[in-house]
């Protein structure tokens, strides 16, 4: 049975940074995809960063290209979510999720993020970026 955990959100002023962190058990992150989404009261949730294959292919959402870097350690088996230069608009909960088949690697390929082949998730951590 694959669990991730996430931890690491807070709140911070703009500006400021914080790293998130998911730890998988029942799984490996060597193997199939792994990434990151958030969802913002009222709004639906979005893609935020991924990566096939412990790096092959990696995608980030253009809204946080250059400011956040994902991640991972695998001796941990731990996936992170460096992120920097936070804006108010990135507050949300911050969810990590596995797709262990590795079926979400054709649209990484294309720069395409779908949360749909993604089975297992975390329970979420709230990040607040105040201005």
């Known amino acids: 049975q694959v669990q991730l955990v996430e931890s690491g959100g807070g709140s911070v002023q703009a500006g400021g940074s914080l790293r998130l962190s998911c730890a998988a058990s029942g799984y490996t992150y060597r193997s199939g995809c792994m990434g990151w989404f958030r969802q913002a009261p009222g709004k639906e949730r979005e893609g935020v960063a991924a990566y096939y294959g412990g790096g092959v292919l990696t995608y980030y959402a253009d809204s946080v290209k250059g400011r956040f870097t994902i991640s991972q350690d695998s001796a941990k088996n731990t996936m992170y979510l460096q992120m920097s230069s936070l804006k108010p608009e990135d507050t949300a909960v911050y969810y990590c999720?596995?797709?262990?088949?590795?079926?979400?690697?054709?649209?990484?390929?294309?720069?395409?993020?779908?949360?749909?082949?993604?089975?297992?998730w975390g329970q979420g951590t709230q990040v607040t970026v105040s201005s």
């Open positions: 999720a596995a797709d262990t088949r590795g079926y979400c690697s054709g649209g990484l390929a294309m720069g395409r993020l779908e949360d749909s082949y993604y089975t297992y």
